[in-house]
């Protein structure tokens, strides 16, 4: 009688789950923002341009300055023109701001990157495919934050060191060229990176509150450079309105930058700190409302 032995169960290997790559980390909401940043076209193109204004003007302010001081030596030019020789307002202190003289139109340029690179989100729809990826929105939003800050201190700093290099030659004909160890030169050039940096988050901010790319923009323009203007212009009905103006983020952003101080002016530390809590109180807020919102 023939019998038949059943073939044993094949055994199944117990089933190793990986550990390695899975999950979703803050380090990695940083790298897909770089990525994001750095492989659009238009985005390396406008950081771009932002160098290049901001040296350019650069270098056209240190040619001012030494047409200024060639002035000085000519007897023949009119006594009621001719810029003081020492202290504010003379070619060899005016000098000294060459590096970071391009920061007036380099801040609008930030300001505006910064803004797109959020607004774009909602205005495409791409937040949806973000959130989704990195549910928790603060992380996935701050992520964004912090890229554009990172972006705009490399611009700012960057930038403000290849306008020292620059201006160097050109300030040299004049003999009112320095050198970047001198007191105050140095963390000026750094702090052109920082106030860029403070920029790009408080622009951020009003990107995540606004979610329009023209309204942000507008917005920043006017905290920048019309909210000033109208400061000026009041500033003779009161004389609060100037010490008021003080601790508004583009004459903080100044003093952050600058090398000699006016009497009666905020310092470095002040002026960064004032600027400081513009965009983080401006962020803090924004991160608020939009985890109270709808995408």
């Known amino acids: 009688m023939a019998t ?168 040299a004909g004049e003999n009112i060229d320095f050198a970047i160890t001198e007191d105050g030169v140095f963390p000026s050039i750094i702090n052109t990176g920082t106030y860029l940096a403070l920029v790009a988050v408080l622009s951020m901010a009003i990107g995540i509150l606004l979610r329009n790319t023209a309204g942000g923009v507008v917005t920043a323009v006017g905290i920048f450079f019309v909210l000033p203007l109208i400061v000026q212009l009041l500033s003779g009905l009161a004389d609060w309105v100037m010490d008021a103006a003080r601790f508004l983020p583009s004459f903080a952003g100044t003093q952050l930058v600058a090398i000699e101080i006016m009497d009666d002016d905020l310092t470095q530390w002040e002026g960064g700190l004032v600027m400081a809590a513009w965009a983080l109180g401006l962020l803090i807020v924004a991160l608020l409302v939009a985890k109270k919102r709808d995408i």
Request: aromatic share 8%; net charge positive.
């Open 4 to 171: 038949s032995t059943q073939p044993a169960p094949a055994q199944r290997r117990p089933r190793q789950e990986s550990t390695t790559g899975s999950g979703v980390t803050f380090g990695r909401v940083l790298k897909s923002e770089w990525i994001k940043v750095t492989t659009v076209p238009s985005t390396v193109i406008l950081i771009v341009c932002t160098v290049v204004v901001m040296v350019g003007l650069a270098a056209l302010f240190a040619w001012s300055v030494s047409i200024t001081a060639d002035a000085l030596n000519d007897p023949d030019f009119p006594a009621e023109f001719r810029p003081p020789a020492e202290g504010p307002g003379s070619p060899g202190f005016d000098a000294f701001t060459a590096p970071s003289s391009g920061l007036v139109f380099g801040q609008l340029l930030i300001a505006a990157l910064a803004v797109v690179l959020i607004t774009s989100e909602w205005t495409t729809g791409m937040i949806r495919s973000t959130m989704v990826a990195v549910p928790r929105r603060t992380p996935a939003l701050l992520g964004k934050v912090i890229v554009a800050a990172v972006i705009a201190f490399l611009v700012g700093f960057g930038s403000a060191l290849l306008s020292y290099l620059i201006a160097q030659p050109i300030l």
